[in-house]
């Protein structure tokens, strides 16, 4: 038999910690002294001490494994709580990253806050043009290439001759910011006069005013 103080030292559990395993059933000393109060506790309880402290540090509920327990011995079961951990632990670690990340983006924002608060913003005007144009629909902004993709193709044999300047623009026709489905043109200033394609249009527009601002970097 081991005192509590032995017990504690071998299963590396501290007296209090024991102390409340004791009161909440969990692991209760094989025999407690009378006269004295002495907790007493077997060899053979040190592996129990073990599956304790390994599940814990699994991350499960005292009033769990004292469930787990009383099973332990059952391999399915065990395997059951097992899986059911591993899963709780899985969505937890993909928190974890989405909070990363939101953390990452937000300090490299902090970084580059200097270069965007050096914006220099002017007021410039574009002529009348005519255009080839394509529109649509697209998954993301980052998708804008397939539309270029389709004006290229469709305007392959037509001999198309660029403006100079050529005013190679994207227009975003949603108000506010989208995370998917956008819609989406693209413009670009021709010379001549070109009959449309199933999806490029030859239109003139007029001359605008816009702000323009200039970012020196990369896309990052």
Do not use: C
Request: glycine content about 4%; cysteine-free; aromatic content about 8%.
């Amino acid at each position: 038999m081991l005192k509590i103080g032995d017990f504690s030292e071998l299963s590396r559990i501290s007296i209090r910690m024991l102390r409340h395993y004791d009161e909440i059933g969990l692991l209760v000393p094989k025999s407690i002294d009378s006269f004295t109060g002495y907790r007493y506790y077997s060899e053979e309880q040190l592996s129990v001490a073990n599956r304790i402290t390994e599940l814990k540090n699994m991350g499960f509920s005292l009033s769990t494994i004292r469930e787990i327990l009383k099973s332990y011995d059952d391999s399915q079961t065990l395997a059951e709580y097992l899986l059911v951990k591993r899963a709780e632990v899985q969505a937890e670690a993909e928190e974890i990253s989405r909070r990363l990340l939101l953390l990452d983006t937000a300090i490299q924002r902090l970084r580059k806050e200097e270069t965007a608060m050096n914006y220099n913003v002017t007021i410039k005007a574009l002529p009348e043009r005519y255009v080839a144009s394509v529109r649509q629909v697209i998954p993301a902004y980052d998708h804008e290439g397939m539309l270029w993709d389709i004006m290229m193709r469709e305007t392959a044999g037509m001999n198309m001759q660029i403006a100079d300047p050529s005013y190679g623009m994207a227009i975003f026709h949603d108000e506010g910011h989208k995370e998917s489905d956008v819609d989406v043109e693209i413009q670009m200033s021709v010379k001549g006069s070109y009959e449309n394609t199933h999806h490029v249009v030859f239109k003139r527009v007029p001359a605008v005013e816009f702000a323009s601002a200039i970012l020196k970097g990369s896309y990052d």
